[in-house]
Nanobody, 124 residues
Framework: QVQLVESGGGLVQTGGSLRLSCAAS????????AGWFRQAPGKEREGVSC????????HYAESVKGRFTISRDNAKNTLYLQMNSLKPEDTAVYYC?????????????????WGQGTQVTVSS
């Protein structure tokens, strides 16, 4: 049974940092494209960052470029999202996801497995 379990969310002030973790079981993350998505109240789920399985190439949403870093520890089978210089508009529930044979890494509908989400709140 595949499980993705996020952790590391919380309340932080503007300009602060958080590191999200996504521990995977039942699959090897390096065999899958993996990504972080977020969803704020009343908004659609949006792609934040993703990492390819083939060459480890990464993609970031324009809104987080230069502030967020995605990484993967294959030995721990864990995906990370380092978030720096946080802004109130980063407030959302953050989800990790994994998918196989993904054509468009930013498309949430192509991902097969999802975590339960972790809340990130940035106060102004």
């Amino acid at each position: 049974q595949v499980q993705l379990v996020e952790s590391g969310g919380g309340l932080v002030q503007t300009g602060g940092s958080l590191r999200l973790s996504c521990a995977a079981s039942g699959l090897y993350l390096d065999d899958y494209a993996a990504g972080w998505f977020r969803q704020a109240p009343g908004k659609e789920r949006e792609g934040v960052s993703c990492i390819a399985s083939s060459d480890g190439s990464t993609h970031y949403a324009e809104s987080v470029k230069g502030r967020f870093t995605i990484s993967r520890d294959n030995a721990k089978n864990t995906l990370y999202l380092q978030m720096n210089s946080l802004k109130p508009e980063d407030t959302a529930v953050y989800y990790c996801a994994a998918g196989y044979n993904i054509a468009t890494m930013t498309n949430p509908y192509e991902y097969d497995y999802w975590g339960q989400g972790t809340q990130v709140t940035v106060s102004s």
